[in-house]
Every structure is written in C-alpha cells, then in structure tokens.
C-alpha cells in the first residue's frame, strides 16, 4: 500500500514531503526529533544530501569532477611545424580524459596558406584525430589566435595518449581538460558511435593536397 501511495508522486514532490516531515514537529510545542532519511533516485541511484543550511541537493559526480582542481589538466603544446612528440600527454592509469576547450594561437611557417594543428589521441601522431583546427595566414597576417569551447568536451579514453600534429604553424596550442574515472568514459565504442577519422586518412588528404 505504501509503495502503491508512493509511486503517484514526483521525485520533487517525495523530497519536499520528506524534508517537511523531518522538520516540522508532529506536535505544536513537542521537542524536535530527527530521523535519518535516505532519499534516493530509482533510476539513477543517486542520493540527496542535507547541507549545513538544510538544502537538499543531489551531486553530479561529474560535474564535481569537472570543478575539482585536482582533476585540472593542461597540455602546453610549442608547435614546430611536426608531430611535437615532446609535449605528449599520457592519460594516468585508472584515469579518461575530457578535453573541454582549446587555446592559443598560430605563427605561420615559409609559406602562404593554411596553418594547421590535429590533435589525436596515440602517440607520435596515430591513431584516431580528436579535432582540428585551421586558419589561413599569409605575409601580411601572420598569425591567427584561437579559443575554443568545446561544450561538454571530447572524451580521451583510458591508456591513451594526446599528441598534436602542427602543419605549416610555430607557434603554441593549449588543450584544457580534467581527468575522470576510467570507467566514466567506455573502453569500446558505443553502440552508434561514428567511425572515426585515422591519422592514414589525414596522411592521405594532406599529400593530395601537396600534390595539387
């Protein structure tokens, strides 16, 4: 009966009908007396929890994550118109990667054209590409500055390894993140996830474009 009358409430509704009946005395005058509630989301298995100033809120764990500056993570790239191996950044065991945004900027190469970065995510520029970006720099721009907001991030999983590929730039890309459990980020790809694009397949585009 107590489940049937239960289940006809939101969760909102459960969690202000439980903080009144601990708060509110049941009888005008009688001395308070607290018992301990544990107020649960079914779905999630998330918990409530009562603050010093008795507001109930639930935590986000990755968000908590996310504004935790022990999970900071910054990778400081000095591009020299390669695969800047020297700047790798290895993910910590036990540990996924969410790149949230991407800073700097671009100081052209000997030529006129596009100025480039690719970032992905094996050593020595393999693997799969996480992003890119390009920006078109002659003689009388020479550089081209960048920041980037890349929403809820680009998901690094565990034992990889963030490299960046510079074409045509020397100047410094900034890629900011935090770290987060491994298991937050799966290990294979998700059903319906996109076939990525390889570091051949960007091998290939960029000799075409050479060759033209």
């Known amino acids: ?21 601990i708060l509110v005395p049941g009888t005008v005058g009688a001395a308070v007396s607290f018992q301990p509630v544990s107020i649960v989301d079914p779905s999630s298995g998330a918990k409530a929890y009562v603050d010093a100033y008795r507001r109930v809120s639930v935590y986000d764990p990755i968000a908590g994550y996310q504004n935790n500056p022990v999970n900071f993570v910054e990778i400081s790239v000095s591009n020299g118109n390669k695969c800047d191996t020297a700047y790798q950044y290895a993910v910590p065991a036990g540990k ?10 671009k100081y052209k190469g000997s030529f006129d ?24 720099l002659t003689q009388t721009d020479l550089t081209s500055s960048f ?37 937050a980020v ?9 076939k990525g694009i390889s570091a051949a397949d960007v091998s290939a585009k960029l000799a075409a474009q050479v060759r033209q």
């Open 147 to 183: 920041n980037i907001v890349l929403g809820t991030g680009i998901p690094v999983k565990a034992g990889k390894t963030v490299s960046v590929l510079s074409i045509n730039n020397f100047g410094y890309v900034f890629l900011h993140g935090y770290l987060v459990p491994a298991a």
């Open 113 to 136: 054209g596009l100025s480039q970065f690719y970032v992905y995510d094996s050593p020595g520029c393999t693997g799969k590409v996480l992003t890119n970006h390009s920006s078109q």
């Open 1 to 21: 009966m107590l489940r049937e009358f239960l289940s006809k409430f939101s969760g909102g509704q459960l969690t202000w009908l439980a903080t009144i009946a």
């Open 96 to 105: 996924a990667l969410v790149i949230t945004a991407i800073s700097g900027y």
């Open 186 to 194: 799966p290990a294979g790809p998700a059903a319906g996830e996109p």
